[in-house]
C-alpha cells in the first residue's frame, strides 16, 4: 500500500507540474502570434509605423525611379586622320621624318567614344562632358529611356569646364530639374545615374564627400564635387542626383590607381554647368571674364622663399605677353597674386575662377606680392571670347 501510494504522488507531481510548463510555452507562444483582446479593439496609432526600407537605410526609389527617365545613353562616332607610316608613333623616327605624312599618307581612323548625359529640357536639349563628345566628332547617337534612339547635333562645347550641350529633334522628354549645387553639404546623401560600362541608367548612391575641390587634372575650370557614390567608365557626362531629385552635379571622372571605382567620384556642380549651358544656348560659346594670358604656377615653399611671399598661398605669375590688360596694369613675372577683388586667392585655380567669373567690362582689384612686399593695381576685365578673336 505504502508503494502504490508513493508511485500515486509521483504521477500527481509530475501531472500538474507538466501542465505548469506547457501552459508557461503556451502564452509565451501565444503572446507572439495574437494582441491581448484588449489591444484587438484600441483605435490604430495617429503616426503610421516607417516603412520597413527606413530601419536599413534611407528609401531612394520614388526619386530613383523618377530621374531615371531624364538621363540617356551618348555614343559619339569620332574620325581623326593617322599617318601611314610604320613607326609614326616612335620619338626616334620622328625626329628623322618630322611630322610630315605626305611621305607615307594618311588615312581616317574611328573611334567611338560612349558616356552618358542629362535631358535638361522636354524639347531634346542634352548636356554631357566635353570628353564624351570629343574632338571632331562625326555623328552623335542619343539612346533614350524609351528605347529611342535619335541622331543629335552639337550645340556648344566648352572644354575648360568639360560640359557640352547636345539638341535631339524630340518633344515632351521627361527631365530631370536643375538644383542649387550651393546648397549642397558634406555628408548629403546623392545618387549618381548614368551607363558605366554600358550598363543602361544605373544608380548607385553615396555622400557628398568635399566640395570646391581643383588641381584634379579634368579641366581648367575647376571647382568639382567630391562623392564617394560609384562612379564608372560610362558614367562621365551623367546625373549627380540629391534626396530631392534635382540634379546637382554632371559626373565627371574618378582618382583611381587601377582604372575603376575607388571610392572617389567628382561632378561639376549645377550651378556652374548652367551658366555654361545658358551661355551655349544664346551665344554658341561661354563668354568669361579675362585679363589677358597670364602663365601661372602654384607656390611651392622654395618659390614662396625666392619670390619673399610668407607662405605657400597664392598664384606665382611665370609668364605673360604685353599686349594684355594684365600686363598694362602693371603685374609682371615674379609677381604673386593673393587676392582679387577683395576675395584671398589660394591657388591658381581660385584665381583662374574669379577672373572668369568677374563680368566683362568692369575692373578688378588685384593685390600682389612684389618682393615680398603689398601692391595693389586696377585692371580691365574683357570677353575671353574677345581675346580669342
Given at each position: 500500500?505504502k508503494?502504490?501510494?508513493?508511485?500515486?504522488t509521483l504521477?500527481?507531481?509530475?501531472?500538474?507540474?507538466?501542465?505548469?510548463?506547457?501552459?508557461?510555452?503556451?502564452?509565451a507562444s501565444?503572446s507572439?502570434?495574437?494582441p491581448?483582446?484588449?489591444?484587438?479593439?484600441?483605435?490604430?496609432?495617429?503616426t503610421?509605423?516607417a516603412?520597413a526600407?527606413a530601419i536599413?537605410g534611407?528609401?531612394?526609389t520614388?526619386?530613383?525611379g523618377?530621374?531615371?527617365?531624364g538621363v540617356?545613353?551618348i555614343?559619339?562616332l569620332?574620325?581623326?586622320?593617322?599617318?601611314?607610316?610604320?613607326?609614326?608613333?616612335?620619338?626616334?623616327?620622328?625626329?628623322f621624318?618630322?611630322?610630315n605624312?605626305d611621305?607615307?599618307?594618311s588615312?581616317?581612323?574611328?573611334s567611338?567614344?560612349?558616356?552618358?548625359g542629362?535631358?535638361?529640357s522636354?524639347?531634346g536639349?542634352?548636356?554631357?562632358?566635353?570628353?564624351v563628345?570629343?574632338?571632331?566628332?562625326?555623328?552623335i547617337?542619343?539612346s533614350l529611356?524609351d528605347?529611342?534612339t535619335?541622331?543629335?547635333?552639337?550645340?556648344?562645347?566648352?572644354?575648360?569646364?568639360d560640359?557640352?550641350?547636345?539638341?535631339i529633334?524630340a518633344?515632351?522628354?521627361?527631365?530631370?530639374?536643375?538644383?542649387d549645387?550651393?546648397?549642397?553639404k558634406?555628408?548629403?546623401?546623392?545618387?549618381?545615374?548614368?551607363?558605366p560600362?554600358?550598363?543602361?541608367r544605373t544608380?548607385?548612391a553615396?555622400?557628398?564627400?568635399?566640395?570646391?575641390?581643383?588641381?584634379?587634372?579634368?579641366?581648367?575650370?575647376?571647382d568639382?564635387?567630391?562623392?564617394?557614390a560609384?562612379?564608372?567608365?560610362?558614367?562621365?557626362?551623367?546625373?549627380?542626383?540629391?534626396?530631392?531629385g534635382?540634379l546637382?552635379?554632371?559626373n565627371t571622372g574618378?582618382?583611381?590607381?587601377s582604372g575603376?571605382?575607388?571610392?572617389i567620384?567628382?561632378a561639376?556642380p549645377?550651378?556652374?554647368?548652367?551658366?555654361v549651358?545658358?551661355?551655349?544656348?544664346?551665344?554658341?560659346e561661354?563668354?568669361r571674364?579675362?585679363?589677358?594670358?597670364?602663365?601661372i604656377e602654384?607656390l611651392?615653399p622654395?618659390?614662396?622663399q625666392?619670390?619673399g611671399?610668407?607662405d605657400t598661398s597664392?598664384?606665382l605669375?611665370?609668364?605673360?605677353?604685353r599686349?594684355?590688360?594684365?600686363y598694362?596694369?602693371?603685374i609682371?613675372?615674379?609677381?604673386?597674386?593673393?587676392a582679387f577683388?577683395?576675395r584671398?586667392?589660394d591657388?591658381?585655380s581660385?584665381?583662374?575662377?574669379?577672373?572668369a567669373?568677374a563680368?566683362?567690362?568692369?575692373t578688378a582689384a588685384?593685390?600682389?606680392?612684389?618682393?615680398?612686399?603689398?601692391?595693389?593695381?586696377?585692371?580691365?576685365?574683357?570677353s575671353s571670347a574677345?581675346?580669342?578673336?
Amino acid at each position: 500500500m505504502k508503494r502504490t501510494a508513493i508511485s500515486l504522488t509521483l504521477v500527481v507531481a509530475g501531472f500538474i507540474g507538466g501542465l505548469v510548463v506547457t501552459g508557461r510555452m503556451r502564452s509565451a507562444s501565444d503572446s507572439r502570434a495574437e494582441p491581448p483582446a484588449a489591444a484587438a479593439t484600441a483605435p490604430a496609432p495617429a503616426t503610421a509605423p516607417a516603412p520597413a526600407t527606413a530601419i536599413g537605410g534611407p528609401d531612394f526609389t520614388g526619386i530613383a525611379g523618377q530621374a531615371v527617365k531624364g538621363v540617356a545613353n551618348i555614343s559619339s562616332l569620332q574620325v581623326t586622320r593617322a599617318s601611314n607610316a610604320p613607326f609614326a608613333s616612335d620619338p626616334f623616327f620622328r625626329y628623322f621624318f618630322g611630322d610630315n605624312d605626305d611621305m607615307f599618307g594618311s588615312h581616317d581612323q574611328r573611334s567611338l567614344s560612349l558616356g552618358s548625359g542629362v535631358i535638361i529640357s522636354p524639347d531634346g536639349y542634352v548636356v554631357t562632358n566635353n570628353h564624351v563628345v570629343g574632338d571632331n566628332v562625326s555623328e552623335i547617337t542619343i539612346s533614350l529611356p524609351d528605347k529611342r534612339t535619335i541622331k543629335g547635333k552639337v550645340i556648344g562645347t566648352d572644354p575648360s569646364t568639360d560640359i557640352a550641350l547636345l539638341k535631339i529633334n524630340a518633344t515632351g522628354l521627361a527631365t530631370v530639374p536643375w538644383g542649387d549645387s550651393n546648397q549642397l553639404k558634406v555628408g548629403e546623401w546623392v545618387l549618381a545615374i548614368g551607363s558605366p560600362f554600358q550598363l543602361s541608367r544605373t544608380v548607385t548612391a553615396g555622400i557628398v564627400s568635399a566640395t570646391g575641390r581643383t588641381g584634379m587634372g579634368f579641366a581648367d575650370y575647376e571647382d568639382f564635387i567630391q562623392t564617394d557614390a560609384a562612379i564608372n567608365p560610362g558614367n562621365s557626362g551623367g546625373a549627380l542626383i540629391d534626396t530631392r531629385g534635382e540634379l546637382v552635379g554632371i559626373n565627371t571622372g574618378i582618382y583611381s590607381e587601377s582604372g575603376g571605382y575607388q571610392g572617389i567620384g567628382f561632378a561639376v556642380p549645377s550651378n556652374l554647368a548652367r551658366h555654361v549651358v545658358d551661355d551655349l544656348m544664346k551665344y554658341g560659346e561661354v563668354r568669361r571674364g579675362s585679363i589677358g594670358y597670364l602663365g601661372i604656377e602654384k607656390l611651392t615653399p622654395d618659390l614662396a622663399q625666392e619670390v619673399g611671399a610668407p607662405d605657400t598661398s597664392g598664384a606665382l605669375v611665370s609668364r605673360m605677353t604685353r599686349a594684355t590688360e594684365a600686363y598694362r596694369a602693371g603685374i609682371r613675372p615674379g609677381d604673386v597674386i593673393v587676392a582679387f577683388n577683395g576675395r584671398k586667392v589660394d591657388d591658381p585655380s581660385q584665381f583662374f575662377r574669379f577672373v572668369a567669373d568677374a563680368k566683362v567690362g568692369t575692373t578688378a582689384a588685384i593685390r600682389l606680392l612684389r618682393n615680398g612686399r603689398p601692391v595693389d593695381v586696377k585692371v580691365a576685365v574683357v570677353s575671353s571670347a574677345q581675346r580669342r578673336r
